[in-house]
């Protein structure tokens, strides 16, 4: 049984990973070659989020939520988005959205299933970064909440414009990250620029 943790405000960076084209994979392969190949990722993500002193708080079928709360956990949520991609690369397609903000956390549940809940718009935010990625052509984005917390806040970030989000009054700025090696992508928005 896992300790009760109290619920408490917390102000976190969020990554929310997915693996790009699971569903048709897992639509022609066997169940035993769709999990192994999930575990196989799994085996590389998790360890990376861990060494940048984040933690994987859900396994969501085909990726991951990863949360990072240390007083840098900005800088270390996008240090881990940039090892994630370099430790998958040639294995597994991804993308990767990146928030900050003030989410719940605790334990929650009932009817004798109990987990760590990590609750609040931020979480939803990096989730729908994250399905940006997929119109832009980036492996990863991040918003403005995350680039204002970061140390070196001009470090190969580029603006990619502003998201509309469903149930939010104002859009979100966000940008896209240049990783070494890899040459910024020039694809444009489908929503306001």
Same mark, same amino acid.
């Given at each position: ?31 035993? =070659? ?5 575990? +196989? ?21 085909? +990726? ?30 991804? +993308? ?18 109990? =987990? ?34 970061? =140390? ?5 970030? =580029? ?7 469903? +149930? ?26």
């Amino acid at each position: 049984m896992t300790a009760r943790v109290e619920p408490e405000w917390a102000m976190v960076t969020v990554a929310f990973v997915d693996i790009r084209g699971f569903t048709t994979f897992a639509d022609r392969a066997t169940a035993r =070659e769709a999990v192994d190949y999930l575990n +196989g990722f799994f085996e590389l993500a998790v360890p990376v989020v861990e060494r940048h002193g984040g933690s994987v708080n859900k396994l969501l079928g085909d +990726g991951i939520l990863a949360v990072f709360a240390t007083p840098d956990h900005a800088d270390r949520a996008l240090d881990c988005s940039a090892g994630l991609l370099a430790a998958v690369d040639g294995r597994y397609r991804i +993308g990767i959205g990146v928030n900050s903000g003030l989410v719940l956390v605790g334990t929650i549940g009932g009817g004798g299933l109990t =987990e760590l809940g990590v609750i609040g718009d931020p979480v939803n935010v990096s989730a729908r970064v994250q399905d940006a990625t997929r119109e832009l052509g980036e492996p990863l984005l991040l918003t403005q909440a995350t680039r204002c917390l970061l =140390e070196d806040t001009e470090a190969g970030l =580029e603006p990619r414009g502003e998201l509309v989000l469903r +149930g939010k009054r104002d859009p979100v700025q966000i940008y896209s990250v240049t990783l070494p090696g890899r040459p910024p992508r020039r694809k444009e928005p489908a929503w306001r620029h």
